[in-house]
């Protein structure tokens, strides 16, 4: 997969451009504040639906516009082009559109145009909280998975409606026994979810695993015994066999057994007013050697970690979907020392579209892959750079 072309109109400082890129690799070249950045994240919004940098859509649109629109012409694999598009609103209306069709849930999109985003954050999803290590669970799972997104979105839904619950139940807000009566039906509903989100982000970390050692070792140029362990919050979770979850008749029992958990444990809830066990507990913990890296390794070693993780999700969705995600490298060699840089380069352009952005040419000096394409950022404006 590789992004053919773009044109972008209104979206922050960017000027209105035209873009046509290479299919390997893309240099994006500026000081800090010209709109390197800019230029990414106008192209992986599709992706997500949303900002990567967490942004809201109206914080997006330029100053003196009340709206902006960006265009991209898309390369799948087998020659299944198509176009995706976005528009949004300084009142925060946003419309997206695949070959000129409006997408209605953000849902739609996962898998559609796929991105793996590097940039210093990334370190976050071995040091940062549990949140950060779901969210790559899940949405690596999703990407290959519909199911699975369909029980992530239904979970989700379970666990607002049992909050709000107990919070009611707790504040005496609420008829006691209406209320318990509609706790047990959600407690039911998130089972049956979470036993489906469990079975998936278990299959989801064995599968990154046959990648994640790999690719660590690579850009380490070492042989080390690396690898990431599912640490679920349901004792029934915990206590499945290998070959649980390919049979239906292994996720019905798993329901079942989530179930009794959750009832064993509902009238100290209840007294909390919170959610006390659930999916929106679960870690995975990530080991080199077996020490833990989120409490022991070196910020060098969570780098390298975070990248080898991220990296494995694309050889996943390779392996699984045949598709090569377009990767975005955004200021993170200056990290790196020169020969793991290099090393990552070349593992990315080997068999993706990479764009990298930097305001160090030294990052990629010396450095001539195949088909190379460098871009300038001066005050918004992108043009082709020559020399």
């Given at each position: ?82 176009t995706c598009e976005f528009g949004l609103s300084r009142r925060g209306e946003r419309r997206l559109r695949i070959d000129g069709e409006l997408v209605l849930r953000r849902t ?209 969705l390779f392996a699984t979907q045949g598709i090569r995600p377009v990767i975005f490298f955004d200021d993170i060699f200056s990290e790196l020392d020169r020969e793991r840089a290099r090393r990552l380069q070349e593992m990315a352009a080997s068999l993706h579209q990479v764009f990298i952005a930097t305001a160090r ?27």
């Amino acid at each position: 997969m590789h992004i053919r072309s773009a044109s972008c109109s209104g979206f922050r400082n960017l000027t209105a451009c035209s873009l046509e890129f290479s299919p390997r690799v893309n240099l994006v070249l500026g000081r800090n504040g010209e709109g390197k950045t800019n230029l990414l994240e106008a192209l992986n919004y599709f992706s997500l639906g949303r900002s990567h940098r967490g942004c809201r859509n109206e914080d997006l649109v330029a100053f003196d516009r009340d709206d902006l629109h960006v265009r991209l012409e898309v390369a799948r694999k087998r020659g299944e082009d198509f176009t995706c598009e976005f528009g949004l609103s300084r009142r925060g209306e946003r419309r997206l559109r695949i070959d000129g069709e409006l997408v209605l849930r953000r849902t739609d999109l996962v898998g559609r145009l796929a991105t793996v985003f590097f940039n210093p954050e990334t370190t976050r999803l071995v040091r940062g909280g549990p949140r950060y290590r779901r969210q790559y669970l899940d949405q690596g799972r999703s990407e290959i998975d519909k199911v699975f997104l369909g029980e992530l979105t239904a979970l989700q839904r379970a666990l607002r409606q049992k909050a709000t619950l107990l919070r009611d139940l707790r504040r005496g807000a609420a008829h006691h026994e209406t209320t318990r009566r509609e706790l047990v039906a959600w407690n039911r509903e998130l089972a049956r979810s979470a036993a489906v989100v469990c079975l998936g982000r278990r299959q989801e970390t064995e599968l990154l695993n046959s990648f994640v050692r790999h690719n660590h070792n690579t850009l380490i140029n070492k042989d080390l015994d690396f690898r990431m362990i599912y640490l679920p919050r349901f004792e029934s979770v915990k206590n499945l066999t290998a070959a649980a979850g390919e049979d239906p008749n292994s996720q019905k029992q798993l329901t079942e057994e989530i179930t009794g958990e959750l009832d064993y444990i509902m009238e100290q809830e209840i007294r909390r007013g919170r959610p006390l066990i659930g999916p929106q507990f679960d870690d995975l913990e990530v080991r080199c050697e077996g020490v833990d890296l989120r409490q022991f390794g070196s910020q060098g070693e969570t780098r390298s970690a975070a990248i080898a993780m991220t990296l494995a999700r694309s050889d996943v969705l390779f392996a699984t979907q045949g598709i090569r995600p377009v990767i975005f490298f955004d200021d993170i060699f200056s990290e790196l020392d020169r020969e793991r840089a290099r090393r990552l380069q070349e593992m990315a352009a080997s068999l993706h579209q990479v764009f990298i952005a930097t305001a160090r040419p030294e990052d990629v000096e010396g450095w001539q892959p195949a088909d190379l394409r460098r871009w300038r950022v001066r005050a918004g404006d992108v043009t082709l750079d020559d020399g």
